[in-house]
C-alpha cells in the first residue's frame, strides 16, 4: 500500500489531521501498528480536545445531577452518593483487566451507567434509585481509568501537564453550562423530571461519542514474550555479569528502578540464563539462529505488543491496582489523595446541602461560578507545572484549600448568611480541587504513563476514601470536617515534598530535558550526560530527550 502522506508536514491536509485524531486512524491498520502521528503536536491537540468534549457532554449532565442530590433528595442523596463512590473503589480492582481487555475506546461505553443514573431521578423509587448508584459506581471506574490512559496517550510526554491543563479546562466547563442550565430550567418553573429527561438524552449522545475516538494499547498490555530454551548445550561457562540481561534481576530489584512501571508483569518471566559472552568478544544484538532464549523488550511496535497467556494476564491485571500500592511512589501520594478525599466530601456533599437550606436554586449558580473557578485552575496551573515543577503548584493549591475550610468555618459559625460568601468558599474549593486533580493526574501520567492500573489505583483510593465519608458525613459537624481536611493536608504535602525531592525530582523542577544543555567551549559535546542530570527518566523520556 502507498504511502497515504508525504513525510513533508507543509503537504499534510486538514483531513489527514482529522483522521489522525478520530477513530478513522484506526481503519486497516493493524492493532500493533505504531503510530505515524504520534508526537505531532497538532494532532495530540486534536485528540486530547476531542476527548475533553465526550468527558464535557457527559458530566455536563451527571454533575448537574449529583450536586442536586443532597439537597433535592436529602438523607437518601447521601446515601447514594456513599454508594457510588464506595463501588468506584470497588470497579477500580476491575478496571485494569477490562481496559485491558476491551481496550480504552470501548471501556468508554461504561457511560451508559450514567444515562440509567440521570434516568433514576426522573421518578425516585429508592430501590431503583440505589440500585443505579451502584451501577454507576462500577461503571465510572472503568470510565476513568479508560480516560487516563488514553490521555497520557494522546498527550506529548515532555508536555504533560499543558495537555492535562487543555482536558481539565475544557471538562470543567460541564460544571458552568451544566449547573447553569439547571437552575435557568428551576427558576423557569420547568419540573425538575422534565430536568433530568433533557440530562438523559444528554449523557446518552455523550456515550456515543466516545466511539469517534482513537484507541491506545494501555502498558498493562505490554508483556514481554517468553520462549523456552534450546536444549543444544552450550560450549560456554556461566554469562558475564556485566552482559546479562536486565530482564533476569530479581523482581525486588526492577521494583526499586525508575522503569518498575512494568516490574509487576516482567517479573512473572522465569529466570533463564543468557549465553555467555567472551570479554573481547562483540556483542551483537541479535540472536544467534541455533538458540532460542528470552526475549527481550524492543523498541518496535510489533515486537512489544506482544501478550501473555490469557490465564496468567487475566490474574496479573485483576490484581494490578493493588499491586500499585506495593510501589513506594505510589504510597507517597496516597496520605495527599486521601486528604483530597475528605476535602471532596466537604466540597461535593456538605457546602451543597447548606446552600439548599438557604435556597435550592442557588445550589445550580454556586456549583456553575465552582464550574468557571475550575477552568481557570486548569488553565493556568497546569501547564505552570509544566514550566516550575508539580510540588509549587500543589503548595498553592493546599493554600486555598485552607482558605476555604477557615471561611466555611466562619460563615457557619459565626451567622455570616449573606450568599455571597458561599461563592467565595466555592471559588476556591474549585480552585484548589482543580490544582489537585490535575497534578496527581501529571504525577501518574508521567511516572507510569498509559498505566491503567496506576489510574486505577489512584480511583480506588479516591472512591473509597470519599464513600466513608460520604457515609458518615452527617454525624459530623462541620467544624470536624474543617479540622479533618486541615490535618490531613499536613502529610499529603509533605509525601509529595518527598516524592518530588528525593524519588523523582523532576516533578520539583522543570524537567531536564527541557532545558538547553551546556556546552563546552570549542567542543559541541554536552558538558553533562543527561542520564546524570536526571537518572529517573532514563527510561519513561528516553525518546523525548533523543
Avoid at 464535557?56 to 456513599?82: E, P, R
Avoid at 467565595?424 to 486533580?437: K, Q, W
Amino acid at each position: 500500500m502507498a504511502e497515504e502522506v508525504p513525510p513533508d508536514d507543509k503537504k499534510r491536509t486538514a483531513w489527514w489531521y482529522v483522521k489522525q485524531a478520530s477513530c478513522a486512524a484506526d481503519f486497516g491498520v493493524p492493532p500493533d501498528a505504531e503510530d505515524e502521528a504520534q508526537g505531532d503536536p497538532r494532532v495530540a491537540m486534536l485528540r486530547v480536545g476531542y476527548l475533553a468534549l465526550t468527558f464535557f457532554m457527559m458530566f455536563l449532565a451527571y454533575n448537574a445531577t449529583q450536586n442536586l442530590q443532597t439537597s433535592v433528595n436529602k438523607t437518601l442523596g447521601f446515601w447514594s452518593l456513599a454508594a457510588v463512590y464506595g463501588f468506584f473503589g470497588l470497579g477500580s480492582l476491575l478496571a485494569p483487566w477490562l481496559v485491558n481487555k476491551v481496550g480504552p475506546k470501548l471501556s468508554l461505553l461504561s457511560g451508559f451507567t450514567y444515562v440509567l443514573y440521570i434516568a433514576a431521578n426522573i421518578k425516585v423509587i429508592p430501590w431503583v434509585y440505589m440500585t443505579a448508584s451502584v451501577i454507576v459506581g462500577l461503571g465510572a471506574a472503568a470510565l476513568w481509568a479508560a480516560e487516563g490512559v488514553l490521555l497520557s496517550g494522546y498527550a506529548i510526554p515532555s508536555r504533560m501537564g499543558f495537555y492535562s491543563g487543555i482536558f481539565y479546562s475544557i471538562y470543567n466547563w460541564c460544571s458552568v453550562v451544566g449547573n447553569l442550565s439547571a437552575s435557568l430550567l428551576l427558576e423557569s418553573g420547568v419540573q425538575i423530571s422534565m430536568m433530568f429527561i433533557v440530562l438523559t438524552i444528554i449523557s446518552a449522545s455523550a456515550t456515543l461519542m466516545f466511539l469517534l475516538l482513537k484507541n491506545v494499547v494501555p502498558l498493562d498490555a505490554v508483556i514481554t514474550p517468553v520462549t523456552k530454551p534450546d536444549s543444544t548445550p552450550s560450549n560456554t561457562s556461566q554469562p558475564d555479569a556485566l552482559h546479562q540481561d536486565e530482564s533476569a534481576q530479581p523482581c525486588s530489584e526492577q521494583s526499586d528502578a525508575a522503569q518498575s512501571d512494568t516490574a509487576p508483569l516482567d517479573c512473572m518471566q522465569p529466570d533463564i540464563p543468557q549465553p555467555a559472552v567472551e570479554d573481547s568478544a562483540i556483542i551483537s544484538t541479535a540472536p544467534p539462529q541455533n538458540d532460542t532464549s528470552v526475549a527481550v523488550r524492543d523498541t518496535t511496535a510489533q515486537e512489544s505488543k506482544a501478550r501473555a497467556p490469557p490465564r496468567k494476564a487475566a490474574f496479573t491485571l485483576l490484581m494490578a491496582a493493588v499491586v500499585m500500592f506495593g510501589d513506594k511512589r505510589f504510597l507517597l501520594l496516597c496520605p495527599l489523595m486521601l486528604g483530597l478525599a475528605f476535602f471532596r466530601a466537604v466540597y461535593w456533599g456538605v457546602i451543597p446541602a447548606l446552600i439548599g437550606q438557604v435556597d435550592v436554586r442557588w445550589v445550580g449558580y454556586t456549583m456553575a461560578a465552582a464550574g468557571a473557578c475550575n477552568c481557570f485552575g486548569a488553565m493556568v496551573f497546569g501547564p505552570l507545572a509544566d514550566k516550575i515543577g508539580s510540588l509549587p503548584v500543589i503548595c498553592v493549591g493546599s493554600i486555598f484549600c485552607v482558605a476555604s475550610m477557615i471561611l466555611l468555618a466562619c460563615v457557619f459559625y459565626l451567622g455570616w448568611s449573606n450568599i455571597a460568601w458561599y461563592f467565595v468558599i466555592i471559588g476556591c474549593c474549585a480552585i484548589a480541587d482543580t490544582i489537585s486533580e490535575t497534578t496527581l493526574i501529571i504525577t501518574i501520567g508521567t511516572i507510569w504513563p498509559k498505566k491503567a492500573s496506576a489510574f486505577a489505583a489512584y480511583r480506588l483510593t479516591m472512591s473509597c476514601s470519599v464513600a466513608a465519608m460520604f457515609g458518615v458525613a452527617k454525624r459530623i459537624p462541620v467544624l470536624g470536617h474543617v479540622i479533618l481536611v486541615c490535618v490531613t493536608l499536613v502529610p499529603g504535602i509533605g509525601g509529595f515534598a518527598v516524592l518530588a525531592c528525593r524519588v523523582y525530582p523532576s516533578l520539583l523542577r522543570s524537567p531536564p530535558w527541557r532545558r538547553a544543555p551546556k556546552l563546552n567551549e570549542g567542543d559541541t559535546t554536552m558538558a553533562v550526560p543527561l542520564t546524570t542530570a536526571a537518572p529517573e527518566i532514563d527510561v519513561l523520556h528516553r525518546d523525548a530527550r533523543t
